[in-house]
């Protein structure tokens, strides 16, 4: 084991045909084993030290210098503008448009030879007809109990 021959890296010469020594150079050799910095450590130390752009005297951005892969607008202030669009009701309908909307449905939906495609992001819950035998009660719970039997004093007998 003694007699090994040792393990040499292939390295990339660097200025002057010389292997870099540097330890922020990635092509760099390891010459001692266990210590040092390793390939991929330098490359990402050095991906934390590249700035994003680079400025003049001034603080202006140079275009064109730089880490040319990241290409984020400067930040702003952090405000929206007073404006009415952004703080107002999204998804309101009046009732007038409803009950067009409504007929409109109503004959495309009777019409074998018409499709009807949903444009507006609009339930169709609120566009389907209800049924007028119902009454507005959806499940027909007064037909099935009555008032007075959920809600009786006979009902409520309470176990002591």
Request: hydrophobic residues 30%; proline residues 4%.
């Amino acid at each position: 084991e003694a007699n090994m021959p040792k393990l040499h890296v292939k390295v990339a010469p660097g200025v002057g045909g010389k292997i870099p020594s540097s330890s922020t150079d990635a092509n760099r050799g390891n010459k001692v084993q266990g210590t040092g910095r390793t390939r991929s450590t330098v490359n990402r130390i050095q991906m934390y030290k590249t700035k994003a752009h680079k400025r003049d005297r001034k603080g202006k951005i140079i275009e064109g210098a730089g880490d040319l892969t990241s290409r984020t607008p400067e930040i702003g202030a952090g405000r929206i503008a007073p404006n009415r669009r952004w703080f107002g009701n999204t998804r309101v309908v009046k009732q007038q448009e409803l009950s067009e909307f409504r007929d409109a449905v109503a004959k495309v939906s009777h019409d074998p030879y018409s499709v009807l495609l949903k444009r507006r992001k609009l339930p169709m819950g609120l566009v389907a007809e209800t049924d007028k035998n119902r009454d507005g009660t959806r499940l027909q719970l007064l037909e099935t109990e009555t008032f007075e039997d959920t809600f009786s004093k006979k009902k409520w007998v309470y176990c002591s």
